[in-house]
């Protein structure tokens, strides 16, 4: 059965996508298995994200042994490390998710038998998010400027036709 399922480096907090997800699969019979199935990612409001084959690589499992399975949820091509702050709001534009999710491994294998597992997560895509906090404020500031603007150009008006 599954053995242990999770985020790669056990984390549970990531910035962007790619997420790698890991599982171990150990065979306890005196038969080789293939397992089949998939890993639903849910976001937070309940609704399926994504649906993954959790066993793309079709690789089999030998008896008395375990096998350690990697399936990559989004663009798998991830930026460098040295990538640049807006190479990075670029990045996480494209591949947006943001909030709480939930990662469902359900796998059948043999003639009949199942296992089930379940991860959790947080993606925060903060490089994105500061960009549009920090756009928000400019427009606010520049609003609150031009209504002022317009608030003493009508008193202004007013005063001229008073006259």
Request: no cysteine.
């Amino acid at each position: 059965g599954v053995l242990s399922f999770g985020l790669k480096d056990d984390v549970h907090f990531v910035t962007k996508l790619p997420v790698t997800f890991l599982y171990r699969f150990q065979n306890g019979g005196n038969d080789r298995i293939n397992p089949t199935g998939e890993i639903s990612v849910i976001n937070s409001f309940g609704f399926e994200t994504d649906r993954l084959n959790a066993n793309p690589s079709v690789g089999n499992i030998l008896p008395g042994s375990t096998r350690r399975f990697e399936v990559i949820w989004g663009d798998d091509t991830p930026l460098p490390p040295s990538a640049s702050f807006f190479a990075n709001v670029g990045y996480e534009a494209r591949n947006f998710a943001f909030g709480f999710y939930k990662a469902k491994l359900n796998l059948s294998f043999g003639s009949s038998s199942t296992a089930n597992s379940a991860a959790y997560f947080f993606v925060f895509p903060w490089h994105l998010f500061v960009v549009v906090m920090a756009s928000l404020l400019v427009l606010f500031f520049v609003l609150r400027s031009l209504l002022k603007r317009y608030n003493r150009w009508i008193i202004k008006q007013a005063q001229i036709h008073a006259q």
